[in-house]
T-cell receptor, first 114, second 110 residues
Framework: GNSVTQMEGPVTLSEEAFLTINCTYT??????LFWYVQYPGEGLQLLLK???ADDKGSNKGFEATYRKETTSFHLEKGSVQVSDSAVYFC???WGSGNTGKLIFGQGTTLQVKP | NAGVTQTPKFQVLKTGQSMTLQCAQD?????MSWYRQDPGMGLRLIHY???????DQGEVPNGYNVSRSTTEDFPLRLLSAAPSQTSVYFC?????????FGPGTRLLVL
């Protein structure tokens, strides 16, 4: 079946460190891939997306590349800030993700220390 | 625009009680969904709707009912609450390219 697997957390980094959060997927067909972020006490917000192989999504210094050959969509940021502390979810969907059906990974908690 | 709103923010129920979680959106989106979030399990789809009058089951539909009489509203009903339904519930509405999530309802079933 379709599934998303993220690296276990929590991830603890110092400010300005490099961030990688791994995400791999299993899916039939050609899904779109997403990263969502959840700040404490809030709902999820779309961070970035990619709709086809080799696409790179980017936003707020974060980026992820859709790798079909390795079925991966790893999230990276060159220099994290304390304000990036949140839970990050990788997800897949079909089309542009507008069908209301997303499959999420379990989430990875990121804590950035000053 | 208020976006996606959910009420209540927090609710405590006793086993066997019923309740309705409200969800409304003012963006005229056709697609709406309900998810539950549990520790270590990410979000799981409960039910979704592709338009007024049309609903379908997601990954974990048992114990929940939905209806969609208008484009704006998509309530989630628990007919007989169980402790296993203790969770945080998120409603979302969708348009091309993105889903928009509400702030969530935290439900505790004793």
């Amino acid at each position: 079946g379709n599934s998303v697997t993220q690296m276990e957390g929590p991830v603890t980094l110092s400010e300005e460190a490099f961030l990688t959060i791994n995400c791999t997927y299993t899916a039939t067909g050609y899904p779109s891939l997403f990263w969502y972020v959840q700040y404490p006490g809030e709902g999820l917000q779309l961070l970035l997306k990619a709709t086809k192989a080799d696409d790179k999504g980017s936003n707020k210094g974060f980026e992820a590349t859709y790798r079909k050959e390795t079925t991966s969509f790893h999230l990276e940021k060159g220099s994290v800030q304390v304000s990036d502390s949140a839970v990050y979810f990788c997800a897949l969907g079909w089309g542009s993700g507008n069908t209301g059906k997303l499959i999420f990974g379990q989430g990875t908690t990121l804590q950035v220390k000053p | 625009n208020a976006g996606v709103t959910q009420t209540p923010k927090f609710q405590v129920l006793k086993t066997g009680q019923s309740m309705t979680l409200q969800c409304a959106q003012d963006m005229n989106h056709e697609y709406m969904s309900w998810y539950r979030q549990d520790p270590g399990m990410g979000l799981r789809l409960i039910h979704y709707s592709v338009g007024a009058g049309i609903t379908d089951q997601g990954e974990v539909p048992n114990g929940y009912n939905v209806s969609r009489s208008t484009t704006e509203d998509f309530p989630l009903r628990l007919l007989s609450a169980a402790p296993s339904q203790t969770s945080v519930y998120f409603c979302a509405s969708s348009t091309v390219g993105a889903q928009y999530f509400g702030p969530g309802t935290r439900l505790l079933v004793l």
